[in-house]
């Protein structure tokens, strides 16, 4: 009972970490190896209440942050409201804009954005096949030369790599686990020109 126990208060402390702090401190790093300019037009899919929303408009002083969601009440709260208020909280209302939208379907034209983000949030839906749309989706709103910055529970990312053919990984570590060493894996594409 009280090994049991013991794994239990880990695994609460480890997911409590990754929610409060670790997620944020990843996504930090990852968006300045992004190497932003400033200007960029950004797609965050799955956005949910905007984290990395959020952290991606803290960085386009004179562009846009885009979040897309489906507003599913799997979360507490979770609508674009909430959303929006937590950019104003940020500042960063201004360059922030949210659209109900299925990422296997994007309402936006080809070759859109810039950067393009989605944090643990493609592997919420359920077929291998719609997973993979909501990739191709990604990479068609995506510029020549942009960047998608995907991070998702492996071995998923490894798949959609191949899918579209290209692409690095790299393991997020231990300040995205989410109660455990469930690993998590960014892929990383520069869309070819």
């Not at 984290?51 to 803290?58: F, P, Y």
């Not at 991070?151 to 455990?180: C, E, F, M, T």
Request: hydrophobic fraction near 40%.
């Amino acid at each position: 009972m009280a090994a049991a126990g013991t794994v239990l208060l880990a695994n609460a402390g480890v997911f409590l970490h990754t929610t409060l702090r670790g997620k944020l401190r990843i996504w930090e790093r990852e968006l300045d190896r992004a190497g932003l300019q400033g200007n960029e037009q950004l797609l965050d899919l799955g956005c949910g209440r905007g984290a990395v929303l959020i952290a991606a408009a803290r960085r386009l002083p004179t562009g846009r942050a885009v979040g897309a969601d489906l507003w599913t009440r799997d979360q507490s709260g979770n609508s674009p409201e909430v959303t929006l208020a937590n950019a104003a909280a940020a500042g960063v209302a201004d360059r922030v804009e949210v659209h109900t939208a299925d990422m296997t379907a994007l309402p936006f034209p080809d070759c859109s954005f810039d950067v393009v983000t989605s944090a643990l949030a493609i592997h919420n839906i359920p077929s291998p096949e719609g997973r993979y749309r909501a990739v191709d989706e990604a990479m068609r709103v995506l510029r020549p030369g942009g960047q998608l910055l995907i991070a998702d529970l492996s071995p998923n990312p490894r798949k959609y790599a191949v899918h579209i053919g290209q692409g690095k990984l790299r393991s997020l570590g231990p300040g995205y686990w989410y109660g455990g060493p469930w690993f998590t894996t960014l892929l990383h594409v520069v869309k070819e020109r």
